[in-house]
């Protein structure tokens, strides 16, 4: 198996550039990495360990994306391991997962897509949010195939199905008290009461995994 360990100081110090110590030109500098990766990796790296030592939580997080974002969207490596003292491991390790999804190779958490909301929305977006969160979160802790969703949460009809186009499954405003559901771009279900409608979706996506589970 291949393994490959990266410590973030010692690539930083053998790139520096005294009178040019730059944000711009550490961008350069790991997209020059990346590209030495590519050529010179016969064969993905199974595990990739990144080593920093950061004291800004922010920083680190703009950093190890950065550092091996492009290696994991060109599947050049399929697992990360980011260490750095200071932060709690459980921490780091939510940092690794949100990378690997980002590039989709992981998936850990149920993903959302939402409109900001406007004057065509006629219900409370955000707490719709928040009790379509819950009740997917719920049943994410007993079946992990809800960690693998994208959900598109949309205020109306008019631009929602477009902007959720690659969800999963669709929750969009239809008119007043009125909610459509989707499967992907299908629109399965049309102006359901919007009291019922978030159990409604649940309810669809559990027995829609349970005939695709059988086929």
Known sequence: ????????????????????????????????????????????ILELTIVFHETSWEDLQLKAAMTVGALFIDQLAHQLVIKNEGFAEERLVDLADAILQAARIKFT??????????GRTLYNLEETIAKIRAAISERALHDKRFSALKIGIMGCIVNGPGEMA???????GAGVGKVS????????????????????????IEEDMSVSAEA
Request: aromatic content about 22%; glycine content about 4%.
């Open 109 to 118: 958490k149920t993903e959302y897509i939402s409109c900001p909301g406007c």
């Open 166 to 172: 690659d969800a999963d499954y669709g929750y969009v």
């Open 1 to 44: 198996s291949s393994y490959l360990a990266l410590s973030f100081q010692t690539v930083y110090i053998f790139f520096f550039f005294k009178k040019i110590n730059t944000f711009l030109l550490n961008i350069i500098i790991f997209y020059q990495i990346f590209i030495l990766f590519k050529y010179l990796t016969e064969s993905s």
């Open 181 to 204: 559901l989707y499967k992907q771009k299908e629109c399965i279900e049309k102006n359901i009461p919007e009291e019922e409608a978030v159990g409604r979706l649940v309810q669809f």
